[in-house]
């Protein structure tokens, strides 16, 4: 069955007949926060994530999966994907009450959050790996592998105390240990195959050149525009000659509706060292060449437009003084 999966994951991983730039880890992982604004009221967020590709929604109040995606059921039946429904819906039940119980001894105070996070990652040649991990206020608290809960060393004796008691929970050890290790990933390569159409989709990226709002008298602020490129992983910078510059400044990849992404990065110089310097976009859509958009190139249009606007407006005005004259 470990041979079966290795030879599907060599197909099916996205990026996997690209360049070795782009031969990434697949994660697959739902999340739960919990929010505890008392001993009596708490609120669940939930979602799942193939990568940083959400495919279900979560209804904290029926315990029901939304199927954000064509292929999100995976190739499970009705019946598998109830009987996980129910089994995340019972454990987002669960541990807050397990958290309140023991609000004293692990000296929490309210409102706090607990964030956990559980699923599985697949690489080309590897083994599947299954995690679960649980943070309190954003740092990390436990983390579960091989049967057994580990305390996070910046979680201090709290994070021993939890662990302590989750060790306890021997049959529920176990039955998490099955899921992290067989129905996760079952479910995962089912997802990458069901959505392997949509996940090797390769979009293009369009890029140009503009300027920023000047920082100070004398330098530029020069901005490198890559948009509507897919998948994410994209690399830009801006270059002098073949060295990459230090000053590059990299904005957030943000989403568009299509679901493709927007990045722009940006370099404050001095206008007389502009000459030279170009922006580099590397993306997997691009078969191996790289786009390079040269500073030299984008100026001249500037200098085209008060070339010709200049003199136009110049020989307005001798025309209206010629006809005044007149």
Known sequence: MLLLQLVLLTVLVPGGDTDDDFQEPVSFRTILTTTLWNNSWTQNLG??????????GWDSKTGAFSFLRPWSRSN???????????????FSIRLPLIFQDHVSEWQLEYPFQVQVA?????????????????????????????TSWWPSPKGGRRAQQVSKLFNQEHVDNLQLQACV??????????LLDAGKEDLQRQVR???????????????LLLVCHVSGFYPKPV????????????????????PHADGTWYLQTSLDVEAREAAGLSCRVRHSSLGGQDMVLYWEQHRPVGLVFLAVVVPLVLLAGLAFWLWKRW
């Open 47 to 56: 979602s799942v994530w193939l990568d940083e590709l959400q495919t279900h």
């Open 76 to 90: 499970f039946s009705n019946e598998e994907l109830m009987e996980q429904e129910k089994s995340f819906y019972t």
């Open 118 to 146: 559980v699923g599985c990652g697949l690489h080309v040649g590897e083994q599947s790996v299954g995690f679960m991990q649980i943070a309190y206020e954003g740092s990390d608290l436990v983390s579960f592998q091989n």
């Open 181 to 190: 290790s067989d129905v996760c990933p079952h479910f995962l390569l089912g």
């Open 205 to 219: 990226p369009e890029a140009w050149l503009s300027t920023g709002p000047s920082p100070s008298p004398g330098r």
């Open 235 to 254: 690399w830009v910078t801006w270059m002098r000659g073949e060295e990459e510059h230090q000053g590059t400044r990299r904005g957030d990849i943000l």
